[in-house]
């Protein structure tokens, strides 16, 4: 093949992100960006606290807690509120998708109006990626629970059916592997595609799904490169935010030992000067707890604000891979695709024939313009 969008897409968005971001470079576009970046990761941050959560009720009865008909109603109240502000978060990233995009060519984020602007858009990203996590649990769950049930109820001996139920679980093991290579690629194919489709085209989840099979079936070869390069890639920006994380969680626990050492020692000198104080511990454990979790906030905003240029390189070279692909995505962008043929437009011709300054000039610059 002559040409590999895949990589005049890399060229473009290293191109784009640089003077998106440097050129020039503004405090104030930074910080918006990178806010829009955090809220756009919330549902992953909520995911891993609820499966923590539930990892940590699990171990009760062996720190000695005794499950109470009042314990269970708090966990259970515990596990609601931690599956709503699941879905929320998961909301605001959906909604936050759109809004990342929109900012990133309006070179602006303007919070509520983006957020009331793409709120549609986001509920129903919501709602797929809702459906689609639920199918994943029962796909998952399914056969695994079949493999346990079969296991009780089969009539084999206590070896025969030790190796069988081994072996099934393998297999099991294999499944849930292969499951979630391919929902990856599904999940990125939402992200990459089907997101900046519903975005400049309209229209639904599923309507958009269905363009985005109809073009990347047609250019599967070009989709391979592109997966390739955003792998390769990918190995790269983990690596650095790796490293930036590394540094500023060590930052964020000397900045903790520090405030916390000197904390501790207040706190000491005012319950031996005061024993009255004593009564206050409780509210200083929580205010404790606040502290910790406002500074672990701040500390994944630094992160993000600090590897900014990353997921804005990874969502501009997604469009613009798109772009090259989608005659209908190249007339919504305003980006630049493939570069323009030139071709004899009567503005062309005209300069050429009367051969003035003016009106090559004049051509010049409408060639550009369509160029982009």
């Known amino acids: 093949m002559s040409e590999w969008h895949a990589v005049e897409a890399l060229n473009d968005g ?4 640089t003077k998106l971001l440097f050129k020039p470079f503004s405090m104030r576009l930074w910080l918006r960006l990178a ?8 549902s992953g941050s909520f995911t ?21 008909r ?25 909604v936050f998708n759109f809004v990342f995009i929109e900012a990133l060519f309006e070179e602006k984020v303007e919070f509520m109006e983006n957020f009331k602007r793409n709120a549609g858009k986001g509920l129903s990203l919501f709602l797929f990626n809702l459906a689609v996590g639920i199918a ?11 493999i346990i049930y079969a296991s009780f109820k089969a009539q084999l001996s206590a070896a025969f059916a030790t190796t069988i139920f081994l072996g099934m679980m393998v297999l099991w093991v294999l499944f849930v592997l292969a499951y979630m290579i391919l929902a990856s690629i599904f999940l990125s194919i939402t992200g990459d595609f089907v997101v900046p ?6 229209g639904g989840v599923i309507e958009n799904w269905r363009k985005a099979w109809s073009l990347l079936t047609k250019n599967l070869s070009q989709l391979m490169v592109y997966l390739v390069l955003k792998m390769a890639f990918g190995m790269i920006s983990g690596i650095v935010k790796l490293l930036v994380g590394l540094a500023a969680l060590l930052v ?20 031996a000067l005061s024993p009255g104080l004593e009564g206050l511990t409780a509210a200083v454990i929580i205010a404790a707890f606040i502290a910790l979790m406002a500074i672990a906030l701040t500390v994944s905003y630094a992160i993000v604000f600090l590897t900014l240029p990353i997921p804005v390189f990874f969502r501009y070279y997604s469009i613009l891979f798109l772009q ?9 962008t305003g980006m630049r695709g493939k570069p323009a043929e030139k071709t004899n437009t009567p503005e062309r011709t005209k300069a050429i024939t009367e051969g003035g300054g003016e009106a090559r000039e004049k051509t010049k610059k409408q060639e550009d313009i369509k160029a982009y």
């Open 136 to 146: 994943s649990l029962i796909i998952i769950l399914a056969p695994l629970i079949a």
């Open 48 to 68: 891993q606290i609820t499966f923590r959560v539930g990892g940590d009720l699990s171990s009760l009865e062996d720190l000695g807690v005794h499950l109470t």
């Open 197 to 202: 489709l519903m975005h400049f085209t309209g």
């Open 70 to 94: 009042q314990v269970v109603t708090l966990i259970i109240a515990a596990v609601a509120v931690l599956i709503f502000l699941s879905l929320v978060g998961q909301f605001v990233s959906a």
């Open 252 to 271: 964020a626990i000397g900045v903790l030992l520090v405030i916390g050492g000197v904390g501790a020692l207040a706190w000491l000198g005012l319950t």
């Open 324 to 332: 090259r692909i989608s005659p209908e995505l190249n007339a919504h």
């Open 14 to 17: 290293i191109e784009r992100t």
């Open 35 to 42: 806010l829009v970046v955090f809220l756009l990761e919330l």
